[in-house]
């Protein structure tokens, strides 16, 4: 069922989750007409969605939030690294805060777009996710906030669409939960997505199978209970914290050291490797020496580094190849890592990363062994799109640019926009997208021209001399899923 048009805004806004509550609140002070339409039945955007077991953020609470006084002030966090429904409490408090909601339509999903040239304003078709009615909005300004993995990514598995047992997607878990106690369960992915579900159903599951193609570079979480004396300690530094990200290779409030893994003696270099990994978190990764992105052998230090430390928890040594092979498969910290409590999901009894069984045992009645009936759940994490697993597919084990210490330079799209026209004022009339840009792995690719420039290093496959410009480079920001 179809309703005619009604309603003309200034401004139509999707997507209910940081990037578009920043944009309602912000034009509405402008003096817009804003209305923001959210598919999901409520706040959070990428955290309406992700309810899986385990999914947390990947970036310490005190940085993960607006900055804002008037919203952190009175707001506490009882986790360093929050879980979804802590994410969700944060939304909650500042809708309170802002009064967002009663300029929002939850359960509208956007299912079309047209840009009427004669009248200057996009035509906008939704439709009622509980209703399935369809409706249609004018506006001058379409603005998306859509981020960059809003659309999950399910494999042509054969035999999917006939399997007799339960099946979930990560992007699209069901939002009372479930329950895997005493079934047999199966996560195809380690992503961080996969990662986090792993460890959280390994203690309940009868059995649990990881369908790995490619080992997932973990790092150690160090998760912290915070009470009320530890927020108003870390709230007397927030102003400083909250300036720091803008300066940041990846918009954290700490950047990479100011000397290389090459530039100082072996045990100086494991000194600092190990106080970064005592730290947790990405300090490793996105604070560690200056020439990890820049220099093959630089690189390597910090692999083996990781490496040894994941296979000391590891007693099998075929599990331990699996897991954290003796020659890395990839540079580190070119893919995007995850941050764990590091293999807790592998108990006895239970089976390890392996490759996906053949077409017949996909397509059963929801189990591979003998206990007929006992459905398995099958976890992905969503991601932006599969051409670039189909990328990494084909580039694995064979010469690729990255092994040699370079780095694949590749044209990443910005913010999609238009200028304005004549005689127009304020946003472009074309649909703005706010989004968080691409995968981590292809940003640091785009970044990494302008951290080059600014440590004084040649981009990687740049010729000498050639100058690099440091102010090239996406302008998105960083995803929040870890």
Known sequence: MSTPTSD????????????????????????????????GSDLGGVWYWNCYPGARVDTWAPLYQFSREDLWRDFDFTELYPGWDEVRRYFRHVDRKLDLSKDIRFSTRVIGAEFDEERRQWEVRARDERTGETSSVRARYLVLCTGFGSKPYVPDI??????AGECHHTARWPQGGLDVTGKRVGVIGTGASGVQVIQESAPDAAHLTVFQRTPNLALPMRQQQLDAAANRAMKESYP????????????????????GALEVSDEERTAVYEKLWETGGFVSWLGTFNDIFFDAEANATAYAFWRDKVRARITDPATAEKLAPTVAQHPFGVKRLSRAALLRGLQPGQRGPGRPPGHADRASDGDRGGDRGRPRA?????????????GHRRDHGHRHPQHEGRVVRRRLRGRDTHPPRDGDG???????RVRAAEPLGLLQRSYLRGAAGRLGRPMPGTHAGERVDPDRGDPGSRGGVG
């Open 158 to 163: 054969p035999g999917l669409d006939t399997f």
């Open 8 to 39: 003309e805004l200034d401004v139509l806004v999707v997507g209910a989750g940081f990037a578009g509550l920043y944009q309602l609140d912000r034009l509405r002070n402008l003096g817009y007409s804003v209305t923001v339409f959210e598919a």
């Open 240 to 259: 400083e914290r909250f300036a720091m990200r803008a300066t940041t290779f990846a918009g954290f409030d700490y950047d990479f050291q100011d000397k």
């Open 378 to 390: 099958r976890a992905r994490r969503a991601r932006p799109g599969h051409r670039l697993r189909r």
């Open 426 to 432: 304020g946003l472009p009339e074309p649909a703005l």
